[in-house]
């Protein structure tokens, strides 16, 4: 039996088989080819070819048709790759002379490109040698392709196990029942994976450091997404004991199922809203079963995943349409696509892909406003669903006044090309922004003529005030929503919305920790958005606390000087009442 300690990403106990998911990076062996087979050898290596060629073509065509010409010349450069002797000649001479199977030829002269490239000393030179490893990773995948697994094969229960799954991954799981929880190296409570994992309801361990080699398929293991431990080959004992707790679990589940319909409403009479916060329309299931009042937090994301073009206008319509009309006349804050970061990254847009470090980089409302057809895009559908309820629309990643108005100029031309065209919209959607970098909360003053309310995504409000990247496992000790830093800079936004009247939530994972719950409402916080699976466990805190008590509680905290001793002030202060 071994027990190692992780991040607990997401709440509940899986027991079962371990299925270790292959890394991403292909692996490249070699063979040796049979002499009476080099033809066919040759033969795979140009079919592999020609498969790439006509992604490419499918590639360009679609970002000629969002980006412009200007992009889509990183496609020719590719092409040319694609034809270039080095590639077309040098492999099958290879796969003939020595007898290397096409995978292993192409990995020898992509090698030899780059020894090549290091000696130059020259900025596109270097740029080239990213591309030509493109091309080539394009063709590999091409090669292998047909021995790749896929998680909706899977035949029996399984816990995954993982060096790392993107978000792109988990909506793979998602599309599968036979997952019963995961574990990974990499990844924080506030990676993107996790939070999936949250909506999903599904027992999640992150930032292992080294679980994928310790565990082999088919090992049973424990994934306690409570206390955040795995437990691989564990004994009878222990299992036994995992069952029980699953159980109670299971029986608390029940108890807060007793609160749907009930106000979020503190034991002093102090009302507090509670949202849901959605990661693709299929979550409407539970939050209706929740009988939540609306959602906080539409993230728009799913559109852009696992796919190489953009959402149309008419499919996200379709998409944001649904969810108004499950909401039933209830608030659906939609967020524009907060795509970049560890999301999204296969849609062939410049800037995306290879950044040195994404989560300060090409994001959300920045990467919109780059490309302004996409935000107006989406800006039109978000109009367009309105006609089905109470929609309204939300900015992520603002970090000045000029972003927000280039948004606002935007959607007001959204409104007038639909007007125009005479199509059936709402303009009336409230706008509001994220608070996820330090600098919008400093001068939230200057912004709030401008919007309706305001919702702090603290998720990346703690990454970027603590410069702590939020799915590094390294420095994920670091990643502290209880820093006196963030409490401050929460405590400022209240402060500052309050005085103009404007109403602030809190949509990132703070808003579902028991601990965070009182003092979140204490420092003022008017609403507080949460994953639907943990809707009604977040109600049942809020139910037991009592406002006044923590208003008190909540200004001392903001005069302490460690996490530490805010901790535990919490900790005293919760054992008091309970
Ligand atoms: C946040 O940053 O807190 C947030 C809700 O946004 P996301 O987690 O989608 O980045
Ligand atoms: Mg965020």
Same mark, same amino acid.
């Given at each position: 039996?071994?027990?190692?300690?992780?991040?607990?990403?997401?709440?509940?106990?899986?027991?079962?088989?371990?299925?270790?998911?292959?890394?991403?990076?292909?692996?490249?062996?070699?063979?040796?080819?049979?002499?009476?087979?080099?033809?066919?050898?040759?033969?795979?290596?140009?079919?592999?070819?020609?498969?790439?060629?006509?992604?490419?073509?499918?590639?360009?065509?679609?970002?000629?048709?969002?980006?412009?010409?200007?992009?889509?010349?990183?496609?020719?450069?590719?092409?040319?790759?694609?034809?270039?002797?080095?590639?077309?000649?040098?492999?099958?001479?290879?796969?003939?002379?020595?007898?290397?199977?096409?995978?292993?030829?192409?990995?020898?002269?992509?090698?030899?490109?780059?020894?090549?490239?290091?000696?130059?000393?020259?900025?596109?030179?270097?740029?080239?040698?990213?591309?030509?490893?493109?091309?080539?990773?394009?063709?590999?995948?091409?090669?292998?392709?047909?021995?790749?697994?896929?998680?909706?094969?899977?035949?029996?229960?399984?816990?995954?196990?993982?060096?790392?799954?993107?978000?792109?991954?988990?909506?793979?799981?998602?599309?599968?029942?036979?997952?019963?929880?995961?574990?990974?190296?990499?990844?924080?409570?506030?990676?993107?994976?996790?939070?999936?994992?949250?909506?999903?309801?599904?027992?999640?361990?992150?930032?292992?450091?080294? +679980?994928?080699?310790?565990?082999?398929? $088919? !090992?049973?293991?424990?994934?306690? &997404?409570? *206390? =955040? #431990?795995?437990?691989?080959?564990?004994?009878?004992?222990?299992?036994?004991?995992?069952?029980?707790?699953?159980?109670?679990?299971?029986?608390?589940?029940?108890?807060?199922?007793?609160?749907?319909?009930?106000?979020?409403?503190?034991?002093?009479?102090?009302?507090?809203?509670?949202?849901?916060?959605?990661?693709?329309?299929?979550?409407?299931?539970?939050?209706?079963?929740?009988?939540?009042?609306?959602?906080?937090?539409?993230?728009?994301?799913?559109?852009?995943?696992?796919?190489?073009?953009?959402?149309?206008?008419?499919?996200?319509?379709?998409?944001?349409?649904?969810?108004?009309?499950?909401?039933?006349?209830?608030?659906?804050? +939609?967020?524009?696509?907060?795509?970049? $970061? !560890?999301?999204?990254?296969?849609? &062939?847009? *410049? =800037? #995306?892909?290879?950044?040195?470090?994404?989560?300060?980089?090409?994001?959300?409302?920045?990467?919109?406003?780059?490309?302004?057809?996409?935000?107006?895009?989406?800006?039109?559908?978000?109009?367009?669903?309105?006609?089905?309820?109470?929609?309204?629309?939300?900015?992520?990643?603002?970090?000045?006044?000029?972003?927000?108005?280039?948004?606002?100029?935007?959607?007001?031309?959204?409104?007038?090309?639909?007007?125009?065209?005479?199509?059936?919209?709402?303009?009336?959607?409230?706008?509001?922004?994220?608070?996820?970098?330090?600098?919008?909360?400093?001068?939230?003053?200057?912004?709030?003529?401008?919007?309706?309310?305001?919702?702090?995504?603290?998720?990346?409000?703690?990454?970027?005030?603590?410069?702590?990247?939020?799915?590094?496992?390294?420095?994920?000790?670091?990643?502290?929503?209880?820093?006196?830093?963030?409490?401050?800079?929460?405590?400022?936004?209240?402060?500052?919305?309050?005085?103009?009247?404007?109403?602030?939530?809190?949509?990132?994972?703070?808003?579902?920790?028991?601990?965070?719950?009182?003092?979140?409402?204490?420092?003022?916080?008017?609403?507080?958005?949460?994953?639907?699976?943990?809707?009604?466990?977040?109600?049942?805190?809020?139910?037991?606390?009592?406002?006044?008590?923590?208003?008190?509680?909540?200004?001392?905290?903001?005069?302490?000087?460690?996490?530490?001793?805010?901790?535990?002030?919490?900790?005293?202060?919760?054992?008091?009442?309970?």
């Amino acid at each position: 039996m071994l027990i190692k300690k992780g991040v607990a990403a997401s709440l509940g106990i899986a027991i079962g088989k371990a299925y270790l998911m292959a890394e991403d990076n292909i692996l490249v062996e070699q063979k040796e080819v049979p002499r009476d087979k080099v033809k066919l050898e040759v033969k795979r290596f140009k079919d592999a070819l020609d498969k790439t060629k006509a992604d490419l073509d499918a590639l360009r065509t679609k970002i000629l048709h969002v980006l412009g010409r200007q992009h889509a010349k990183l496609i020719d450069s590719h092409h040319l790759i694609l034809q270039d002797p080095l590639i077309t000649r040098e492999v099958p001479k290879l796969i003939a002379s020595k007898f290397y199977n096409a995978e292993f030829a192409l990995s020898v002269v992509l090698d030899q490109a780059e020894q090549q490239f290091e000696k130059i000393d020259d900025e596109f030179f270097h740029e080239r040698k990213h591309d030509v490893f493109d091309v080539g990773k394009k063709i590999l995948s091409n090669l292998v392709s047909r021995e790749k697994v896929s998680l909706k094969d899977l035949k029996e229960h399984v816990v995954l196990v993982a060096h790392s799954l993107y978000p792109s991954d988990t909506l793979h799981i998602r599309e599968t029942s036979k997952v019963l929880g995961f574990c990974m190296d990499l990844g924080s409570k506030s990676s993107h994976t996790a939070i999936f994992a949250q909506s999903m309801g599904m027992p999640a361990v992150v930032g292992l450091s080294d +679980i994928s080699r310790q565990v082999a398929s $088919g !090992d049973t293991i424990i994934v306690d &997404g409570e *206390k =955040g #431990l795995v437990i691989i080959s564990p004994t009878q004992d222990l299992i036994d004991s995992y069952r029980k707790r699953r159980e109670e679990l299971q029986k608390q589940e029940h108890f807060f199922h007793r609160l749907r319909g009930l106000p979020a409403t503190t034991r002093d009479g102090h009302k507090l809203g509670l949202m849901v916060n959605l990661d693709s329309p299929e979550d409407t299931a539970e939050m209706n079963a929740a009988k939540a009042e609306g959602v906080g937090l539409f993230r728009t994301e799913f559109l852009y995943m696992n796919r190489e073009s953009i959402p149309t206008e008419d499919e996200q319509t379709a998409a944001y349409a649904a969810v108004a009309k499950a909401a039933a006349g209830a608030p659906v804050t +939609i967020r524009t696509a907060d795509i970049g $970061g !560890d999301r999204a990254t296969q849609l &062939g847009i *410049k =800037g #995306l892909k290879d950044e040195t470090n994404p989560f300060m980089g090409f994001r959300g409302i920045r990467l919109f406003l780059k490309y302004p057809d996409l935000l107006r895009t989406q800006l039109r559908a978000i109009y367009r669903a309105n006609t089905e309820g109470n929609v309204k629309i939300m900015i992520p990643m603002l970090s000045s006044l000029e972003e927000l108005q280039s948004v606002k100029r935007l959607a007001a031309e959204a409104v007038a090309e639909l007007q125009e065209e005479g199509r059936e919209f709402r303009k009336d959607a409230e706008i509001g922004v994220m608070i996820e970098i330090p600098a919008a909360a400093i001068i939230l003053d200057s912004l709030l003529s401008e919007i309706d309310f305001v919702s702090i995504g603290t998720n990346d409000l703690v990454q970027y005030t603590l410069a702590v990247d939020r799915i590094n496992q390294y420095v994920s000790e670091l990643y502290d929503p209880y820093h006196p830093a963030v409490l401050r800079l929460i405590n400022l936004v209240v402060q500052t919305a309050h005085k103009k009247g404007k109403p602030v939530s809190v949509c990132g994972e703070m808003a579902s920790d028991a601990w965070a719950i009182p003092v979140l409402a204490g420092l003022g916080v008017d609403m507080l958005s949460v994953p639907p699976k943990l809707y009604l466990r977040v109600k049942h805190s809020v139910r037991s606390m009592n406002f006044e008590r923590f208003s008190q509680v909540s200004q001392h905290l903001l005069s302490l000087a460690s996490s530490e001793e805010i901790r535990k002030v919490i900790e005293e202060e919760l054992k008091k009442h309970s």
